[in-house]
């Protein structure tokens, strides 16, 4: 089938949970919140779930875009910093396995959407650190008011940027997060929630490398999804034809994240 006749295949990284379906009870799933899918489907692509798998990334082969789902804390130990009190649920096999694929995905080109968790796990690669509990450092709880409850604020982003050209230059977000990003490392931060917190980084010297610290997937504005399918539909198509750049050509390009201790 020509590439131009076919949705561009998106992989989203997902979780290992307990969860209960049916009559299985408390049974561990590779699950995800269908807003995901749903949002990735609406802008005209076919979404693939990604179980965390650290052995290979060889499923990029196939892959034309990729979103790294929001979800746990990452390990401090990735950025060198011991834990917080309030940094709990863990997923190390998940920190693992998204790593696995984000270095050989920008190493490639390959368009990525890093979605809350996601822009932070990209800042952890690209160097950088995380605040591990946002309310000590902006005196205020509005980025997660509540258990299951999200926040809503504004945020600014820089005119030029890769996410101003999909958003504008301001809009409103939905926020649930307790960490944030202290440090984008080599990433550009091109967002600012109202109280001066990072909500958006991006690299401009690949196609399409853009996290945000929100959920646009739970909004019914999935501007930034289909800006992320537009991206991938072109990978795939110069894929096909053997014109796809090897970003991993300059040493600025290769992630930097530190082991978990």
Do not use: K
Request: some cysteine; aromatic content about 6%.
């Amino acid at each position: 089938m020509p590439y131009r006749d076919r949705r561009p295949l998106v992989g989203i990284t997902c979780y290992i949970e307990s969860a209960s379906w049916g009559t299985w009870q408390d049974t561990p799933a590779a699950l995800l919140p269908h807003a995901y899918v749903r949002a990735v489907t609406g802008a005209g692509a076919r979404p693939v779930l990604l179980p965390p798998d650290d052995t290979d990334a060889g499923v990029l082969d196939v892959l034309d875009g990729l979103v790294l789902a929001g979800g746990a804390d990452i390990d401090p130990g990735r950025y060198g910093d011991d834990p917080h009190p309030e940094t709990t649920g863990l997923r190390p096999e998940r920190d693992a396995g998204e790593l696995t694929l984000l270095g050989p995905a920008l190493d490639r080109g390959v368009p990525v959407l890093g979605v809350c968790r996601g822009m932070q796990l990209m800042a952890v690669a690209a160097g950088g650190r995380l605040i591990q509990h946002m309310p000590d450092e902006v005196g205020h709880d509005t980025h997660r008011p509540g258990l299951g409850v999200y926040g809503v604020h504004g945020a600014s982003f820089e005119p030029g940027s890769r996410i101003a050209s999909v958003l504008g230059e301001f809009t409103e977000v939905n926020s649930y997060h307790h960490q944030g990003v202290a440090d984008p490392g080599w990433l550009n931060v091109s967002g600012w929630a109202d109280d001066g917190s990072i909500e958006a980084i991006e690299d401009p010297s690949q196609p399409f490398t853009l996290g945000v610290q929100w959920h646009p997937e739970s909004t019914d504005d999935h501007r930034l999804f289909s800006a992320l399918a537009e991206a991938a539909h072109e990978y795939g198509a110069a894929r096909q034809h053997g014109a796809t750049r090897d970003y991993g050509e300059s040493g600025a390009r290769r992630l930097r994240a530190r082991p978990a201790s």
